[in-house]
């Protein structure tokens, strides 16, 4: 599995899947959220209230998928980060599960590149070092990495794009 890093705006990447740092609702919302359902249009919010209508909300931690409507990737998968509410092995946990229950879908569907924003760095306020450090050692350990070929972090800013490059050790 190759791990490549980028800086760049997560909607214009042109993977199998990218990865939407959703809130529960899946309706949409600010941030990387609110810019996948602006630029991947009305397909996305059907198929966010399809699943809305038959699961209810989804729980922190876990991840649904759905076409990419107009992106330049094939589907979505919308994960749900943790408010960051204090350092607490609980919130480290249910990130380190978004990356993973991700990863899973991907494979449960023939994905085999995927691309992944920094997930609750933005308005859920985890801290970018702790996040960045979650992230990579959860792609790096996911049990059935050999069907996935690359793993794209794509960093929106400077700051998170700097610490993972230092954490990948480029």
Request: proline share 2%; hydrophobic share 40%; charged share 25%.
């Amino acid at each position: 599995m190759i791990i490549e890093l980028i800086k760049a705006d997560i909607t214009t990447i042109e993977a199998d899947a990218i990865v939407n740092a959703a809130n529960s609702s899946l309706l949409g919302g600010g941030g990387v959220d609110g810019a996948i359902h602006r630029k991947g249009g009305k397909a996305i919010l059907d198929a966010c209230m399809a699943i809305r209508n038959k699961q209810g909300k989804c729980d922190t931690g876990n991840a649904v998928i759905t076409t990419a409507g107009n992106l330049p990737a094939k589907y979505v998968i919308h994960t749900v980060g943790p408010v960051w509410n204090g350092e607490s092995e609980r919130n480290n946990e249910l990130l380190a599960a978004c990356y993973r229950n991700s990863l899973m879908l991907a494979v449960e569907n023939d994905i085999k590149v995927i691309a992944f924003p920094n997930i609750s760095t933005g308005i859920y306020h985890f801290p970018k070092d702790k996040a960045a450090e979650i992230a990579i050692r959860t792609v790096n350990n996911f049990a059935q990495k050999e069907k996935i070929e690359k793993v794209i972090f794509v960093c929106f800013d400077d700051k998170n794009y700097d610490l993972y490059l230092q954490r990948l050790g480029r």
